[in-house]
C-alpha cells in the first residue's frame, strides 16, 4: 500500500525546493562577491563566535523547542532545520539588494558579519511556524519562508529609513513581528480536527523533555543573540549582562508561579518552557541602554508574569473566540514579551527625553509608537496575505486528517505497510 500524502505534493516539492536552490545559486554567482579587505583575527574570532551562537539557537534550540508534539518530533526538528538554510541564503541576498552599495557597484559585497545577521532575520521564520506547526506541508513552509524573510527585510529597511533606527534596534522588533504573522496564518488554516483524531496534537513525556531542552539551549544563548548587532563594547557588555539577568529572573518566575497556578501545585512542564525564555525577549530592544541590573530583573519578572497568564487564559480567547489554534504557544513566549519590550522601550526614551528637558517627548512618543505598530501591522498584513497563498490548491495542502503527523511525510522502516 503506497503513501496516502497526495502524489502531486511528492511529485512537486522537490522540483519546487532545487528550483529555489538553483535560483539561489545563479544570484549568488551573477551578484555577489566576496569582501577582500584587510582581516582582523579578533573581528575574524567574534563573528564567527556570533554566527556558532545564533545557529545554535535555530537548528537546535528553535528544532527542539517546536518538538513537543508527540506524533511530530521528527518533521519539527527536520523542518526546521530546512527553513533555516533556505532563509539564511534569501536573507543574505535580499540584504545585499537593499544595501546602496549595490545601486552603485551592482554587486552585493558578503562580510564577515552579513551571515549571522541573514541567520538572524531567517529566525522569523522558525519563530512563527510554531504557531501552525503540524498543518502545514513542506511546500507551504518553503513560500512561507521566502514570503516572511522578504516582508521582515521591507520593515527592518524601514524602520532604518524612515525611523532612523540601528541594526540592532531594528532587529529587536522580530518578535511582534513574527509573533503576529504566525498568529495570522494560524487563522487562515483555523480547522478543528475530526472526531477521535483531537489528541494527535498532544504531548508526551519524551517529547517534552525534547522541547525542554530546546529551551534550554535558547536560555543559554539568548545573551548572544540579543548583544551580536550593537557595535560598542559598552552596549555588548550591557546587553549580555541585563539578558542574563532577565532570563534568570523569568526562570524563576516561570517555575514558582506555574505551582502556584495549578490546582494541585504541581509544576507543568508547558509552562516552563515557554515562560522561562520570556525574559531574553522582553528585554531585548533595550538591553544595551540599562544601566542597572534591577530594571532588568523586573522586566523578567513581568515577562514570565504575563508569559504564564498568557498560558492559563489565551488559550481559551484564541481557540473558541478568534479561532486561532496556536500550536506550540507563540502568543506567549514570544508575542507578549515582545510587546511588553516594545512599550518598555517607548517608556524609556520618553524618560530620557523628559530628563534633558527636550521639547521632543511627543514626537519621541508618537514614533516609538509608530515603530512597535509597524512591527505589528507588518506581521499581521503579511502574514494574512501569507495565509492566503498558503490556501491556494497549488500548494497542495494536506487533509485535515495527516495535521500533526509524522507519518504524512516520513519513511518509518519498522512499518510494514504504508499509511
Known amino acids: 500500500m503506497g ?82 538554510a ?108 475530526p472526531k477521535g483524531k483531537e489528541g494527535k496534537d498532544q504531548t508526551a513525556t519524551s517529547s517534552s523533555l525534547f522541547a525542554m531542552l530546546g529551551s534550554l539551549f535558547l536560555w543559554m544563548f539568548w545573551p548572544s543573540f540579543n548583544s551580536a548587532l550593537l557595535g560598542s563594547l559598552d552596549g555588548r557588555r550591557k546587553a549580555v549582562l541585563n539578558t542574563y539577568y532577565a532570563l534568570a529572573v523569568s526562570a524563576v518566575t516561570a517555575i514558582s508561579v506555574s505551582a502556584l ?15 522561562m525564555l520570556a525574559g531574553g525577549v522582553a528585554v531585548g530592544t533595550t538591553c544595551h541602554v540599562i544601566s542597572s541590573p534591577w530594571l532588568a530583573m523586573i522586566l523578567g519578572l513581568l515577562a514570565g508574569l504575563i508569559s504564564i497568564g498568557g498560558v492559563k487564559c489565551l488559550p481559551v480567547c484564541l481557540n473558541r473566540v478568534l479561532e486561532i489554534h496556536d500550536t506550540c504557544g507563540l502568543h506567549y513566549t514570544f508575542g507578549l514579551p515582545g510587546l511588553l519590550s516594545g512599550i518598555t522601550s517607548i517608556m524609556l526614551k520618553m524618560y530620557h527625553v523628559s530628563w534633558t528637558n527636550s521639547p521632543m517627548i511627543g514626537y519621541v512618543a508618537l514614533t516609538e509608537i509608530g515603530v512597535l505598530s509597524l512591527a505589528m501591522a507588518g506581521g499581521l498584513l503579511s502574514g494574512l496575505l501569507t495565509g492566503l497563498i498558503l490556501k491556494l490548491k497549488i500548494c497542495k495542502a494536506h487533509h485535515v486528517t495527516k495535521y500533526f503527523d509524522d507519518q504524512a511525510f516520513w519513511e518509518f522502516p519498522h512499518l510494514a505497510v504504508g499509511y
Not at 563566535?49 to 518538538?67: I, K, P, R, Y
Not at 509544576?267 to 515557554?274: D, E, L, Q, V, Y
Open 86 to 193: 533556505l532563509g539564511v541564503q534569501w536573507a543574505v541576498l535580499l540584504e545585499g539588494f537593499l544595501e546602496k552599495s549595490f545601486t552603485v557597484t551592482g554587486k552585493i559585497l558578503i562580510k564577515l558579519s552579513s551571515i549571522h545577521q541573514a541567520a538572524m532575520s531567517a529566525m522569523c521564520v522558525l519563530i512563527s511556524v510554531g504557531a501552525f506547526l503540524g498543518k502545514a506541508n513542506l511546500l507551504q513552509l518553503t513560500l512561507t519562508t521566502v514570503v516572511e524573510v522578504t516582508a521582515f527585510e521591507a520593515v527592518k529597511t524601514a524602520f532604518r529609513h524612515i525611523f532612523n533606527m540601528n541594526q540592532h534596534e531594528s532587529m529587536m522588533y522580530i518578535h511582534v513581528f513574527a509573533a503576529y504573522f504566525g498568529l495570522t496564518v494560524a487563522w487562515c488554516f483555523s480547522k478543528s480536527l
Open 261 to 275: 497556578a495549578r490546582p494541585q501545585r504541581r509544576i507543568n512542564m508547558t509552562h516552563i518552557h515557554n515562560a
Open 3 to 84: 503513501s496516502q500524502y497526495p502524489q502531486s505534493v511528492r511529485v512537486y516539492l522537490p522540483l519546487w525546493a532545487l528550483t529555489w536552490e538553483v535560483a539561489f545559486i545563479l544570484l549568488f554567482l551573477f551578484f555577489t562577491s566576496y569582501d577582500t579587505g584587510p582581516l582582523d583575527g579578533r573581528n575574524l574570532q567574534r563573528y564567527h563566535a556570533v554566527f556558532q551562537d545564533v545557529a545554535v539557537m535555530g537548528a537546535l534550540g528553535l528544532g527542539f523547542f517546536t518538538s513537543s508534539l508527540r506524533r511530530f518530533g521528527w518533521s519539527s526538528v527536520a523542518f526546521n532545520l530546512f527553513m533555516l
